[in-house]
């Protein structure tokens, strides 16, 4: 009950300083709006109120403070109003209507998931040479750590043209970028998870003859496990990641990247807002679900209590 | 070194020698190291920190490589008979893989070695029964006492039924009151398997209570100070511990001890 109501806390705090930041963030829009409308506003030239700090402007014109929570196009959209957006956007509207967010949601988590399928597959593979290979930890492990040192964003366009003049286009591409997002968490727990059994456990395995891949199948794999789920979920976040990032330069026209573009072109800040929430919400329930099957796996295994 | 030449040695070093290449130069682990032991002995090695005892076991076991001298197990070099599964090994931890059942940790070197399904759980059968952990075989590890997991490694040590036994102080990490209860335990378990047993250990009062054989090492270079023929009978109850033989073979050893490494104890 305390902990429910610390985190109420926490999540109020953070409600109320939105609102706050709403009021200077928004007052010189909202101030020019009153004016054209007739309202008696301080000082009335737009010239003189366009030097003045927002929070003296805000302070001379009180009066216009709600209306800096109800714009149509404001610089900060208002929690109330991205929640409606939200609410407008998923519930109210038709999943097969190009405003649903819960169709662009569907583009982008289908992307996401294909990548994260590729990006895990490859990454628990390399792991796996990795760790059984001298030569492949020292030629493969420098490369991956340098692939994440690259932008994305720099190089999600090449990704794109390179696969579109081979022929390649739609869900690919994205689902690359994601995989090239999600590999790397993967790798890197993988190693860790399958080089976790201590010398004792080798020594022992080695008292029984047995094979390496006895040893992997028996005993490194499975004291992975915790390690793989751990990466996994970073995995998941930077595969969505990827995804969105991937719609962002082909000017896609599904998928929760178009909307933050389309909404960025035409100034809706609210329909900015309510993607990327949308896509954290997203984030949040891909992450949820794998920590309720890792608590499944491991417990199957005798690995949780 | 000892003159028990009726039965037959099952382990047999001469003049071993084992230096280990380090960053800060070669450390000399084991020097010339003569020893033999037969068939159904239970050998005691004891001495400081650094004396080569763990290594000697780590050389019979083929883990570890002698760097001169010879050494043979059943006949064999070691690693012909570690590739021939001739000994189980118990280590000082449990090492139990947590994602077993205590059955299946138990199963672990007969899956590893191909025996068929009707022949692995009989035997799991068998030796959970031999440690008294019938009943625990479907439990996790977690679920147990260290004493009981530590029986549990001894259970999967004896599965493949190896007629050498390498322990590496297995109840080193136990309770004094538990770890009276597992050596008890260990020398009923001895006499009716009629294995070869090399134990480890810092403790005198152990070395003496279980062993027949008692060999005090010292360090710096590791080497053997001493070869003890147990005087007590084979049937040994705890109180054993209160006799007058019993107090002068550990007085024994303890000389041992304190000659092979002058003041640094």
Same mark, same amino acid.
């Given at each position: 009950?305390?902990?429910?109501?610390?985190?109420?806390?926490?999540?109020?705090?953070?409600?109320?300083?939105?609102?706050?930041?709403?009021?200077?963030?928004?007052?010189?829009?909202?101030?020019?709006? +009153?004016?054209?409308?007739?309202?008696?506003?301080?000082?009335?030239?737009?010239?003189?109120?366009?030097?003045?700090?927002?929070?003296?402007?805000?302070?001379?014109?009180?009066?216009?403070?709600?209306?800096?929570?109800?714009?149509?196009?404001?610089?900060?959209?208002?929690?109330? +109003?991205?929640?409606?957006?939200?609410?407008?956007?998923?519930?109210?509207?038709?999943?097969?209507?190009?405003?649903?967010?819960?169709?662009?949601?569907?583009?982008?988590?289908?992307?996401?998931?294909?990548?994260?399928?590729?990006?895990?597959?490859?990454?628990? #593979?390399?792991?796996?040479?990795?760790?059984?290979?001298?030569?492949?930890?020292?030629?493969?492990?420098?490369?991956?750590?340098?692939?994440?040192?690259?932008?994305?964003?720099?190089?999600?366009?090449?990704?794109?043209?390179?696969? !579109?003049?081979?022929?390649?286009?739609?869900?690919?591409?994205?689902?690359?970028?994601?995989?090239?997002?999600?590999?790397?968490?993967?790798?890197?727990?993988?190693?860790?998870?399958?080089?976790?059994?201590?010398?004792?456990?080798?020594?022992?395995?080695?008292? !029984?003859?047995?094979?390496?891949?006895?040893?992997?199948?028996? #005993?490194?794999?499975?004291?992975?496990?915790?390690?793989?789920?751990?990466?996994?979920?970073?995995?998941?976040?930077?595969?969505?990641?990827?995804?969105?990032?991937?719609?962002?330069?082909?000017?896609?026209?599904?998928?929760?990247?178009?909307?933050?573009?389309?909404?960025? !072109?035409?100034?809706?800040?609210?329909?900015?807002?309510?993607?990327?929430?949308?896509?954290?919400?997203?984030?949040?329930?891909?992450?949820?679900? #794998?920590?309720?099957?890792?608590?499944?796996?491991?417990?199957?295994?005798?690995?949780?209590? | 070194?000892?003159?028990?030449?009726?039965?037959?040695?099952?382990?047999?070093?001469?003049?071993?020698?084992?230096?280990?290449?380090?960053?800060?130069?070669?450390?000399?682990?084991?020097?010339?190291?003569?020893?033999?032991?037969?068939?159904?002995?239970?050998?005691?090695?004891?001495?400081?920190?650094?004396?080569?005892?763990?290594?000697?076991?780590?050389?019979?076991?083929?883990?570890?490589?002698?760097?001169?001298?010879?050494?043979?197990?059943?006949?064999?070099?070691?690693?012909?008979?570690?590739?021939?599964?001739?000994?189980?090994?118990?280590?000082?931890?449990?090492?139990?893989?947590?994602?077993?059942?205590?059955?299946?940790?138990?199963?672990?070197?007969?899956?590893?070695?191909?025996?068929?399904?009707?022949?692995?759980?009989?035997?799991?059968?068998?030796?959970?029964?031999?440690?008294?952990?019938?009943?625990?075989?479907?439990?996790?590890?977690?679920?147990?006492?260290?004493?009981?997991?530590?029986?549990?490694?001894?259970?999967?040590?004896?599965?493949?039924?190896?007629?050498?036994?390498?322990?590496?102080?297995?109840?080193?990490?136990?309770?004094?009151?538990?770890?009276?209860?597992?050596?008890?335990?260990?020398?009923?378990?001895?006499?009716?398997?009629?294995?070869?047993?090399?134990?480890?250990?810092?403790?005198?009062?152990?070395?003496?209570?279980? @062993?027949?054989?008692?060999?005090?090492? @010292?360090?710096?270079?590791?080497?053997?100070?001493?070869?003890?023929?147990?005087?007590?009978?084979?049937?040994?109850?705890?109180?054993?511990?209160?006799?007058?033989?019993?107090?002068?073979?550990?007085?024994?050893?303890?000389?041992?001890?304190?000659?092979?490494?002058?003041?640094?104890?």
């Amino acid at each position: 009950m305390k902990q429910v109501f610390a985190i109420l806390t926490v999540i109020a705090a953070i409600v109320v300083l939105w609102y706050a930041a709403c009021v200077p963030m928004n007052i010189k829009g909202v101030l020019t709006e +009153q004016e054209r409308a007739g309202a008696e506003v301080q000082p009335p030239s737009a010239k003189d109120r366009r030097d003045m700090s927002e929070i003296g402007l805000t302070l001379d014109n009180s009066f216009a403070i709600p209306a800096t929570w109800a714009q149509d196009r404001p610089r900060l959209p208002a929690p109330h +109003q991205v929640a409606v957006e939200l609410w407008e956007t998923t519930v109210l509207k038709k999943i097969t209507s190009k405003r649903s967010l819960i169709y662009h949601a569907w583009v982008t988590l289908s992307a996401t998931m294909l990548g994260f399928a590729i990006g895990t597959g490859l990454g628990i #593979l390399l792991a796996v040479g990795i760790v059984h290979s001298r030569v492949m930890d020292l030629s493969v492990m420098p490369w991956a750590i340098v692939s994440q040192t690259i932008p994305i964003i720099a190089l999600a366009p090449m990704i794109i043209v390179v696969l !579109y003049s081979v022929g390649i286009q739609g869900i690919i591409p994205k689902a690359v970028i994601s995989a090239y997002l999600s590999f790397f968490p993967v790798v890197v727990g993988m190693v860790k998870g399958l080089r976790s059994p201590d010398a004792m456990q080798l020594d022992l395995l080695q008292s !029984y003859n047995a094979t390496r891949g006895q040893g992997f199948w028996k #005993l490194r794999l499975p004291a992975s496990m915790p390690y793989l789920f751990t990466s996994l979920k970073i995995g998941i976040a930077a595969s969505l990641v990827g995804a969105i990032v991937g719609e962002l330069p082909t000017g896609a026209v599904a998928g929760l990247g178009a909307r933050l573009l389309a909404g960025s !072109y035409y100034g809706q800040t609210v329909q900015i807002w309510s993607a990327l929430f949308a896509a954290a919400i997203l984030a949040a329930c891909l992450v949820g679900l #794998l920590g309720l099957m890792e608590r499944s796996v491991l417990k199957r295994m005798g690995m949780a209590q | 070194m000892n003159t028990e030449s009726t039965t037959q040695p099952v382990i047999e070093a001469r003049q071993l020698d084992l230096t280990f290449q380090t960053n800060d130069g070669p450390i000399h682990a084991l020097k010339d190291v003569g020893l033999t032991i037969n068939k159904g002995e239970f050998v005691s090695f004891i001495g400081p920190s650094g004396c080569g005892k763990t290594t000697f076991l780590r050389c019979i076991a083929a883990l570890e490589a002698p760097t001169g001298g010879t050494l043979t197990v059943n006949g064999m070099t070691p690693d012909e008979a570690r590739r021939n599964r001739a000994y189980g090994y118990v280590f000082q931890a449990a090492g139990l893989y947590p994602w077993r059942t205590i059955a299946k940790n138990v199963k672990l070197p007969l899956e590893i070695m191909g025996y068929s399904a009707a022949e692995q759980a009989e035997r799991v059968r068998n030796v959970l029964e031999l440690v008294d952990l019938e009943g625990f075989g479907g439990k996790f590890p977690w679920q147990l006492s260290g004493g009981m997991q530590q029986r549990a490694s001894i259970a999967r040590a004896l599965a493949f039924d190896a007629d050498i036994l390498l322990m590496d102080e297995p109840f080193g990490a136990l309770d004094e009151i538990v770890r009276d209860h597992l050596n008890e335990q260990l020398l009923a378990l001895w006499a009716r398997t009629e294995k070869t047993i090399g134990f480890v250990t810092h403790s005198i009062p152990e070395a003496v209570y279980l @062993s027949t054989k008692i060999v005090v090492m @010292s360090p710096r270079p590791g080497r053997i100070t001493d070869v003890i023929d147990s005087p007590l009978p084979k049937e040994r109850p705890l109180d054993i511990r209160d006799t007058p033989e019993f107090i002068e073979v550990a007085h024994r050893v303890r000389e041992g001890l304190r000659a092979g490494h002058g003041d640094d104890v």
